[in-house]
């Protein structure tokens, strides 16, 4: 089976730089990504990682460690419009019927 | 343009009453999953299909019921034995040329009354 866990919550202040978390159990590893989600919206895809090591896109840069089950979003910059629920969340694969798991979600608040 | 199209945006019905929710996409994807969101919470599956024809359960498919009989639609029906229906339920599909990665409608909350 897949489990994920992230914080369900954190807070961060405008032009700073956050780490959300996110540890994960799977019997076989296909890659993971990072959704943003907007209050109300649908989520976005931000990042997918497969290899291990940090991949960086703009302000948003993703980490993955296989051996650990760890993988982070780390965000730079922080802009008001980054408030938002990032996911986290496991690929099954063909072989595993394409199910897709998601993690809770970190809700993100950020302050001026 | 292409992409996952849901109506409506927001949904009202009695309590009782069977609902369907509708998902085209115009994308050429193969796969598609429908999803319920409840408030702070993270998205759970409840259908998807890989193919015409065909589909499979997900976690929570109790009160719930698709057809697959077109590649570009996916609709959902909620029907009355769903006991807590109202939700925010999300359609997706995916890109079997890439990393799985999820193309997601924007959405229609449904409420019922």
């Known amino acids: 089976g897949q489990n994920i866990d992230q914080p369900t919550e954190m807070t961060a202040t405008e032009g700073a730089i956050v780490q959300i978390n996110c540890t994960y159990q799977?019997?076989?590893?296909?890659?993971l990504f990072w959704y943003q989600q907007h209050a109300g919206e649908a989520p976005t895809f931000l990042s997918y990682?497969?290899?291990?090591g940090l991949e960086e896109k703009g302000r948003f840069s993703s980490f993955l460690s296989r051996s650990k089950g760890y993988s982070y979003l780390l965000l730079k910059e922080l802009q008001m419009k980054d408030s938002a629920s990032y996911l986290c969340?496991?690929?099954?694969?063909?072989?595993?019927?394409?199910?897709?798991?998601f993690g809770s979600g970190t809700r993100l608040s950020i302050r001026p | 343009d292409g992409g996952i199209t849901q109506s409506p945006k927001y949904l009202f019905r009695k309590e009782g009453q069977n609902v369907t929710l509708s998902c085209e996409q115009n994308l050429n994807h193969d796969a598609m999953y429908w999803y319920r969101q409840d408030p702070g919470q993270g998205l759970r599956l409840i259908y998807y299909s890989q193919i015409v024809n065909d589909f499979q359960k997900g976690d929570i498919a109790e009160g719930y019921s698709v057809s697959r009989e077109k590649k570009e639609s996916f609709p959902l029906t909620v029907t009355s034995a769903q006991k807590n229906p109202t939700a925010f339920y999300l359609c997706?599909?995916?890109?079997?040329?890439?990393?799985?990665?999820?193309?997601f409608g924007p959405g229609t909350r449904l409420t019922v009354l």
């Open positions: 969340a496991l690929p099954g694969g063909y072989s595993s019927a394409s199910k897709i798991i």
């Open positions: 799977t019997s076989g590893f296909n890659g």
């Open positions: 990682n497969v290899l291990d």
């Open positions: 997706a599909s995916i890109d079997r040329d890439g990393p799985d990665t999820q193309y």
